[in-house]
């Protein structure tokens, strides 16, 4: 057995298991981190099919930009509170299940009982080593035979770029002074946090999240609030927490 | 070159396909459902560019390039509206805040 | 594309591995040393002449301190992120070309591991990568402040990415090709210059023919490696001490190499795409010469690193999102567009009638002529400020 095979088959072994963690992976980190591992290995056999350029691409965007942004959006959302699709539910495992290994089987059936050939096209190693590579035949390609293809699509990422900045801005019917909250996205994922304070002490002068005893602390998992004091700019009133004599917690729930 | 053919990488590329299927039609979470989505579209980019490896064209990875463009616009796309769903989902309500304060 | 056999390209890679870690080494005292300067100090000076076996210290310190993990930490993650972020960076050397082909007692010896057809492309790759030893570490340490430091971190390296990549668009045009080598090749010719019948010959070094690239560029690298003034992920005042609050001994110090090493390569990269790498007066001729050029041009990167790092201070975050989005991506696409534009006609591939010159001047004057008007428009007036 030639190298080449050995290496095919380890990526590929590498490849499928990494995909299968993926889905498996309890925690959604995890399963990028597995997404990450395959893309790699996808790049790589990208490399064995003398796609340089392609494989370079596709560690760029995808590792490099694609994942980068789902692991972001991961820290920022928190997973728990999504809207629930009613996905996966046990009778759609068991039909997803069944359903994937009826495809494989077709795929199979498909893929070693092609007679279809199609016919060969000019670009052999010869002729793309003549042009000066991989890159150099690509971009023939992409500009000379699919220049319309290429202008469409860079529309695209253009609409789609002003389409994630609409879809991304603040609530546009709440005031101005109220977006000032809602504007930054907190962070949403309960890592590192012990809990958000239930009621505060109302010890003048004192820290309220230190002063908290650990039974105030409401834990992360439920239902989640922005604590917010008011718009710097919104006071008008003078001495009004000097005219608050009783010990009214600063925030209740 | 290789011992390995068409068949080999087309039958990895289905495998992946499969996998990432499962994923979606099985997992529960919309960040999973949508690596799982990835996983399909790169599935689909490897046997494309094993189609352009094993019949010596450059379409095919020119195809997979288009591919892999489509599938970042994509990408902002899904992730833009999980932001804004969790949005929607966090009681994000000053008002609620202000009422409490007294 | 030329290749070593593989066994030499594994020992080129194993010796061009071990400089690269004693570089790194020695680059800890270099800042250390130039910092100290910078501050009116002197720097280490206990250990070994000049404090020379500092980074020996400092390395025996690191290795035998404990090697702690949060108990609310995803254990796995935590101990594997450290290794991406170091492997990254480290293999980002193997498609540096360190010169063409030497012969060592009549074999012939080419000074790279790897000449990959889109070597350029690769050290992005590798960049883009490298980013994931941040984020998962940041993640899986469960700590407010390594979160948020990833979450910079990730931010930070998406945006500048885009800079990085925009701003070698030129030299790829120029060159015709992603390969290092070749661009390197394509620097050695001669820049001449016919200015009023005088002829001037200069190296055809990408930075005169790309200065707005190598301007951009430098920014952009500074943010890429996260280094002073754009090190958000770790800003101390802010954040403790960013993504790697959690972690200790051994695995901070893989990520304190990690950031040495990716100062080097893009160092190294710098070099190579806009000062001509190993070229410069005599380097063909004398043996040698051109690594010590490289090195030498390598060093002035590092340095400006360590000035930048003596003398500003730190940039808000959102300021650092708008210089990237606002400022450096506009102008590396304004650049690459010139690039194709003077290209194409200095190839003679395309001439331009009268007529468009003409209207593009107009459009020019015009959109200055509105802009300087808005500008006004916009101003405060003198008389209503005298009123506040």
Not at chain 3, 230 to 255: I, K, N
Request: hydrophobic share 55%; charged share 15%; with cysteine.
């Amino acid at each position: 057995m030639e190298w080449a095979s050995v290496a095919f088959y380890l990526i590929a072994t590498v490849c499928v298991l990494s995909a299968a963690g993926v889905v498996i992976a309890r925690s959604a980190v995890h399963s990028a981190i597995f997404l990450i591992l395959c893309f790699l290995n996808i790049a790589a056999t990208f490399v064995m099919l003398g796609a340089e350029f392609l494989a370079v691409v596709q560690v760029i965007v995808y590792t490099g930009a694609i994942l980068v942004l789902v692991l972001f959006v991961l820290m920022l959302v928190d997973e728990d509170q999504l809207p629930d699709f009613h996905t996966g539910q046990p009778i759609q495992r068991i039909s997803g299940l069944i359903l994937g290994l009826i495809l494989l089987l077709e795929i199979g059936a498909a893929i070693t009982a092609r007679s279809i050939q199609g016919a060969t096209g000019g670009a052999t190693p010869e002729n793309v080593a003549a042009v000066g590579g991989n890159t150099q035949a690509l971009g023939r390609v992409l500009y000379d035979d699919n220049l319309l293809a290429f202008i469409v699509v860079s529309l695209v990422l253009t609409v789609a770029v002003i389409g994630a900045i609409v879809l991304a801005l603040p609530d546009r019917r709440v005031g101005i002074n109220q977006r000032r909250g809602t504007g930054t996205i907190n962070l949403g994922h309960p890592v590192g946090t012990d809990g958000i304070p239930l009621a505060l002490p109302a010890v003048r002068g004192e820290s309220p999240i230190a002063a908290a005893t650990p039974g105030d602390l409401r834990p992360v998992a439920g239902e989640r609030q922005i604590i917010m004091v008011r718009d710097p700019d919104a006071y008008t009133e003078v001495g009004q927490h000097d005219a608050a004599p009783d010990n009214r917690p600063l925030i209740k729930r | 070159m290789l011992d390995v053919g068409l068949d080999h990488f087309l039958f990895l590329s289905a495998i992946l396909f499969i996998i990432g299927m499962m994923g979606v039609l099985i997992r529960r979470n919309l960040i999973v459902i949508f690596m799982c989505v990835e996983l399909m579209t790169n599935a689909v980019n490897l046997s494309l560019v094993a189609f352009a490896w094993n019949l010596n064209s450059i379409d095919g990875q020119a195809f997979a390039l288009f591919i892999i463009a489509v599938a970042a616009a994509e990408a902002v796309v899904g992730l833009a509206i999980i932001i804004a769903l969790s949005r929607r989902a966090h009681t994000i309500n000053v008002d609620e805040v202000r009422t409490l304060r007294n | 594309m030329v290749d070593n056999p593989l066994w030499v390209a594994l020992i080129v890679g194993g010796v061009l591995m071990f400089v690269t870690l004693t570089g790194m080494a020695y680059m800890t005292w270099f800042e250390r040393k130039v910092l100290a300067r910078f501050q009116d100090r002197l720097g280490p000076t206990r250990t070994g002449p000049f404090g020379l076996m500092q980074p020996l210290a400092d390395a025996v310190k690191l290795l035998g301190k404990e090697d702690l993990v949060p108990a609310a930490a995803d254990r796995v993650v935590f101990l594997l992120a450290p290794i991406v972020i170091f492997v990254t960076a480290i293999v980002g050397v193997s498609v540096i070309p360190f010169g063409g082909a030497i012969s060592i007692f009549g074999f012939e010896l080419n000074l790279f591991a790897a000449d990959v057809n889109v070597g350029a492309l690769v050290i992005l790759a590798l960049g883009s990568v490298g980013v994931y030893g941040i984020v998962l570490g940041a993640f899986a340490s469960a700590n407010r402040f390594s979160l948020l430091g990833g979450l910079r971190a990730a931010a930070q390296v998406i945006s500048y990415e885009v800079v990085l990549g925009l701003s070698l668009v030129g030299i790829f045009m120029l060159a015709g090709s992603l390969s290092l080598r070749e661009i390197l090749v394509a620097q050695q010719d001669d820049l001449i210059f016919n200015l009023f019948g005088l002829s001037i010959s200069l190296p055809n070094w990408y930075i005169l023919s790309q200065p707005i690239a190598f301007v951009v560029y430098l920014i952009a690298a500074v943010a890429e490696t996260n280094r002073a003034p754009f090190d958000l992920p770790e800003a101390e005042s802010e954040l403790v001490a960013g993504f790697h609050t959690e972690y200790s001994g051994f695995r901070f110090s893989l990520y304190f190499l990690g950031e040495y090493i990716n100062m080097i390569v893009i160092s190294l990269f710098a070099s190579t795409l806009f000062l001509g790498g190993t070229d410069g007066p005599g380097a063909a001729s004398v043996w040698g010469l051109g690594v010590v050029y490289l090195l030498a041009k390598t060093v002035m990167f590092l340095f400006f690193y360590l000035w930048l790092r003596a003398t500003l201070p730190r940039f808000r975050f959102d300021q650092l999102m708008g210089i990237a989005w606002k400022v450096l991506l506009p102008v590396a696409l304004l650049n690459i567009l010139f690039t194709a534009f003077v290209r194409l006609i200095a190839n003679d591939e395309i001439t331009i009638p009268a007529w468009v010159w003409i209207v593009a001047a107009v459009v020019l004057a015009g959109v200055l002529v509105l802009t300087s008007l808005n500008d006004r428009a916009n101003r405060p007036r003198p008389s209503a400020q005298a009123g506040d």
